[in-house]
């Protein structure tokens, strides 16, 4: 599943090509992808649209137009959005929608899933948007403080990671990036979050930066579901410190790595370094 790295490696890639472009011809395939409006009004809407940007927030592609609208892209499991289109991938069964842009190339969605959605909001809504879906601070810009982060935790019960999964404490953290912060910032993935001490939180609020930009810098992951999706491969998997490692040696310290559920999803650290100090 994509998260801030991988949806900011397909921004930095989509930016320079869409920037300045205006959407010719807009398909729309599924209409799972703008449920509940009809995909051909999304489509016909779309049409005639010039692009002044591409933005990211938390692991929404934001695709701004001069006219003020935003065309929100959640890629959820397995979307992707490729440009150039790719040879052949015109009959590609996964392909949801195809942009034909005014210099004739064409920009493709594809979702294997479908889970996927696009949402076009008229000016003025974007705030509002992401305010309904409680969406957190954004971890590498300057709002994204200790302070911020300790006031998200305070109070909560719910273990760390899943408080890191739910996006309201920080946006754009999924099950890989929140594992390898947790190991960074030596704190048990069960802990809860209101339990954290100020330097926990500290820690922690460095290790999400270290991990997500490690994530970057390397394009992101490509994980075993993602492989035939993308056009790009990233080579963050190769760098992971505990996720998907099982039984290898921490680096830190050469305990095995284990592996645990948080919120129904498989979580690795250490216990050694990540131990799970019960007085806290
Ligand atoms: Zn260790």
Redesign the pocket.
Known sequence: MPELPEVETIRSSLAPALTGRRLEHVEILDPRLTRPEPPELVAAALEGERVADVRRRGKYLVVVFESGRHLLVHLRMTGNVLHPAPEGRRDDPHVRAVVRLDDGSDVLYRDIRRFGTWDLLEPGELEEYFAARRLGAEPLSRGFTTAGLGRAFARRKAPVKAALLDQRAVAGVGNIYADEALWYARINPLASAGSLDAEQIAALRNGIRTALRRGIRRQGATLRDYRDADGRRGRMQEEFRVYGREAEP?E????PIAKTRVAGRGTWY?P???ALTGSR
């Open positions: 921490c830190r310290c050469g305990t250490c050694s370094c990540q």
